[in-house]
Every structure is written in C-alpha cells, then in structure tokens.
C-alpha cells in the first residue's frame, strides 16, 4: 500500500496532564522525509511545561497505584482495541514521518502491540508469591510502582519502542513523561489520542514535545525515578550518567553495528534474503540491521543472491526514505571514503532513482561495499544507512575475533546449515541478541529485547520479565500473629 502524506501540516501541541497544550518553546517542523513536504508544525514544550506536566503526574500516580491491577489492564485492553481498529491510519502517520514503507511501518506497530498483550497478562502471572516460613510466620512479595518515571524514544520506531514501555509500566501503576523523538512527534500525539480514548486517567501519561534540554529536565528533575531511554550510543550513555547521578534507575539503549557471519555450507536462497532483508528494511535505520558481513570462505554465490534481491527494490515502493537530507548527505559521504579507502562497490545506492514525484524526499538505495578493512570507518562506525560492509574471513575464528571487537553488541547471526558451526558462533558472541539463519534476531515475546557493551547502559532488558523489576519495587512482607513454641529464630 501506498503510504498516504497529509497535504495539510498538523499543529502541533504537547499532551500534557490530560489536556491539548500549546508549547511556549522554540518552534519545531516536521518534513516527511518521502517529499521533504512540511507534515507538521508548533511550538515545544518549555522547561515550566514539563515540570507542570511531572507534578501532575506525581498526583495523578497515587490514586492509579491504588487501582487493583485488574482495573488498570482495563484500559490496556480497550486501547488495544483502538490500536487494531485504527493500525492503517497510525501507520501511513508513522511512515509519513519516519520514511519507513507500509507493511514496515504495520510490522512495527503490531510488534509494540505484542509488548502491550504482554502487559495485559501480568494480571494473571505476576501474582507476588506468599510462603508459610516458620510455623506461624508467612513471608510475601508485593509489587509497588516507583511514581512518575520517563520514556525518552528515537525516530526510527516511533510506535514501537515507546510500547516496550508504556503499557508495561502503566499497568505496575507508575504515571509517565514520553519525550518522543522531536522528528516523529505525529505518531507519539496519535498514541497519546488512544490512550486518552482508552480511559486511562489524566496526567498518567504526558507527552512533552521537546530535544536535548527536555530530556535534561528530566534527567534533573528530582520527582521522575526512572527512566527509559532509546536512541544513539553517546546520547544514551550522556543520559545515563546524568540521570544515575540524580539517584535515578536508568536503562539507555543505544546503538549498533551488526554482524553477520556466512558460511559456505548457507543456503543460498534463504541468505539471500534475510541478509538482504536485514540490511535494506527500514531503509537500514534499526538498531537490528546487519552493517558488517563477515564472508568466511567462498561464498560468491550467496553474495550474488544478496545483491540480487537489494538491487530488485525500488525506493518509495519497497525500499523506505532516509530520515533527513543531512544524513543522507553522511551516508554518501561514508560510501565516498570506503571507495577511497580500497573498497569495491558491488551495488552503488547513490545513483539509485526514485520516482518524480518524490524527488523532494531524503533517498538514497542498497549500497554493497566489498573488501572492507577491519577497524576502518565502515567497518566499525554505525552509519545508519542502507549500506553492508563485507569483511572478507578465513575462517570462523577470524570473523568472530572481528565481531567481538566491536564496541557495540546488540545483534549477530550466522548463516550455516552445520549445528556445531552454529552453537560456535552463539556462544562466542559478545552480542544481547544472536541469530540463526535469521537477518534481524529480534527476539519476541516474552523474550526479553536488549544488547551488551555500548548498545545498553544498564541492567537488565527492556521488555520481559526483567522489566518488571525495573520498573517496580518488591516489597517483601513477613507477618506473625501469635506467639509460636518452637524453638527457631524467628519465634
Ligand atoms: P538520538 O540519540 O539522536 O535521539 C534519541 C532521543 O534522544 C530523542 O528523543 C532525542 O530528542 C534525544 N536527544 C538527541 N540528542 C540529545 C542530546 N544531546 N541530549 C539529550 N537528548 C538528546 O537517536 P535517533 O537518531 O532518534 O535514533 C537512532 C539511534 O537510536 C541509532 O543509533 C539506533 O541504533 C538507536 N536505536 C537503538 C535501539 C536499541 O534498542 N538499542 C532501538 C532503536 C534505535
């Protein structure tokens, strides 16, 4: 399906404590990066916005902490409701803005409506524990919410990386500031409509429009306890530093540079495409995305497929946009300096052509760059781009030595048809997420979604069981009523 680009910019306003506020900070635009055109326009929220819209938050989170689960997963249920009846129209908001394709921009949105069908099941499975541990004498789990905590989210998944979040940390009955990206602002608003609609209670969920200072207030601000941040590696660790050393509970992804290390014994057709896949979905703006091939032996046939199927995209249609003009302007830059630097270009995308009509947009196509250097720019600097970079190997070994290396470790996959080859590669990886025969090993849920080293500051993951623990306290109570005869320490 086409993605469908308002002709008309939304004005923009913040969601803060339940209501439509105008912003009174500098004024933001938002460009569609599939035309350039102008989809939306106001004002961000200014630092007395946001310490109005946590304050509110502060209140309206005492009452929700006393709402039984069962009623707050209420809401959670009829937002899911709205989301699925209303998945097209927040999808061509979020491609208009992210520049990601339909079925990507759809992908996205029912990934983070499997994080919310997680949420609604705590009501059942996180039920605390209670244990008779001397005669007379229980012990007990409750789970508490911490107050106001935050979300700090990127632009490449403006509805799905806030939904590893939101409904989660709601339901334990926390209230939430969501700073969204200031690129994809329209999305964020949208949700922020279906939460509304939903029922959950005012000022539980404020959306401040805002950048860096925004974020800074919240770091700084004494009254927000936790924080989830998603985005790039010095951004995240910046808000990790600063937000700890407030006393805060801080868990900040950050970036990426994938491995993916071919085998000879790989089926061709099924490298092919998830190596291809992998590197041009989502016009290769995922944190998941494969950025380096690490080819051990002879594998020409598999690259052959690999180009193949990228050079059969066709920009706009089945191959996304790229966020802005200056990052697209970078990324023809990066191939520039591999091609000076020695590498050959088996698929140039900045030729690539798209249609007329979206010539004002931010394109550029698949690029395939072969004979890379290890510790080269290409090789280790995540670009963010459309672009994989092959390392020529020798063998398994090599390419490992090369994937630990790296000082990101979100994701790695081997492709092979030998178990022990495999298990080789699982094992070895210093990598949160590994895959097999799988281009983007995202792994659903439950499964918990966080990288290693650079790519996460903090513990634990971002979804799944870990987060519970992160974003609630247990409480572990030991009740006795009567005196006990026997003779143990706790009569
Ligand atoms: P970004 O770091 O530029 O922005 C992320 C958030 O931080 C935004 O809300 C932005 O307003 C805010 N921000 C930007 N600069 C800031 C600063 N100096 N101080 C404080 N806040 C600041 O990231 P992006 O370009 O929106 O997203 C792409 C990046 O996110 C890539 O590096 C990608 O790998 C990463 N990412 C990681 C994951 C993951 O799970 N590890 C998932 C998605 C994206």
Request: glycine content about 10%; charged content about 20%; aromatic content about 6%.
């Amino acid at each position: 399906m086409e993605v469908q680009i308002a002709t008309n910019p939304t004005q923009l306003k913040s969601y803060i404590s339940g209501s439509w506020t105008q912003g009174e900070g500098e004024n933001l635009k938002v460009f569609s990066p599939y035309n350039g055109s102008l989809i939306g326009e106001g004002p961000l929220a200014s630092e007395s916005q946001i310490k109005e819209a946590i304050s509110s938050a502060s209140e309206a989170q005492k009452s929700w902490a006393q709402t039984p689960i069962k009623e707050r997963t209420r809401v959670m249920f009829e937002l899911r409701r709205i989301l699925l009846a209303e998945q097209d129209e927040i999808t061509h908001l979020k491609c208009s803005e992210s520049g990601k394709t339909f079925p990507e921009g759809k992908a996205g949105l029912m990934k983070g409506i499997e994080v919310l069908e997680y949420a609604l099941s705590l009501q059942n499975l996180d039920i605390g524990g209670r244990l008779e541990v001397s005669r007379g004498v229980s012990c007990e789990y409750r789970r508490e919410p911490l107050g106001v905590v935050s979300c700090i989210t990127p632009f490449n998944f403006p509805a799905m990386v806030p939904m590893w979040t939101l409904p989660i940390t709601l339901t334990l009955g926390n209230a939430v500031i969501w700073k969204p990206s200031e690129k994809t602002p329209l999305t964020a608003l949208k949700l922020a409509d279906c939460f509304e609609r939903a029922g959950l209670p005012k000022g539980l969920l404020s959306v401040v429009l805002g950048k860096k200072e925004a974020v800074e207030e919240i770091c700084d601000n004494e009254q927000v306890q936790a924080i989830s941040f998603v985005g790039s590696t010095n951004v995240a660790k910046s808000v990790y530093q600063r937000g700890t050393a407030h006393g805060k509970r801080v868990l900040a992804l950050g970036g990426a540079k994938n491995h993916i290390v071919l085998l000879p014994d790989a089926s061709e057709d099924i490298s092919g495409v998830g190596i291809s896949d992998s590197f041009t979905g989502c016009a290769g703006q995922r944190c998941m995305a494969a950025s380096v091939l690490l080819a051990v032996g002879d594998v020409e046939g598999h690259i052959l497929k690999i180009k193949e199927r990228a050079q059969s995209l066709e920009l706009g249609s089945t191959m996304g946009a790229i966020i802005t003009k200056e990052q697209v302007d970078f990324l023809k830059g990066a191939i520039d300096d591999a091609v000076a630097a020695g590498a050959k270009v088996l698929l140039d995308g900045r030729e690539s052509s798209m249609p007329s009509a979206l010539e004002g947009g931010y394109w550029i196509g698949p690029t395939i760059l072969d004979h890379i250097k290890p510790g080269s720019i290409a090789a280790t600097k995540e670009l963010f781009g459309p672009i994989i970079s092959i390392i020529r190997c020798k063998d398994i070994s090599e390419a490992m030595k090369i994937q630990n290396s790296s000082e990101y470790g979100n994701a790695c996959s081997v492709f092979t048809s030998s178990g022990p080859a495999a298990e080789k590669v699982v094992s070895m990886a210093q990598a949160g997420m590994v895959g097999v025969n799988v281009g983007v090993p995202v792994p659903r849920e439950p499964f918990s979604f966080g990288g290693v080293s650079a790519s996460k500051f903090g513990h634990g993951d971002i979804t799944g069981s870990h987060s519970l623990d992160f974003w609630s306290n247990l409480k572990k109570v030991t009740v006795k009523w009567e005196k006990q005869n026997d003779n143990n320490w706790m009569s």
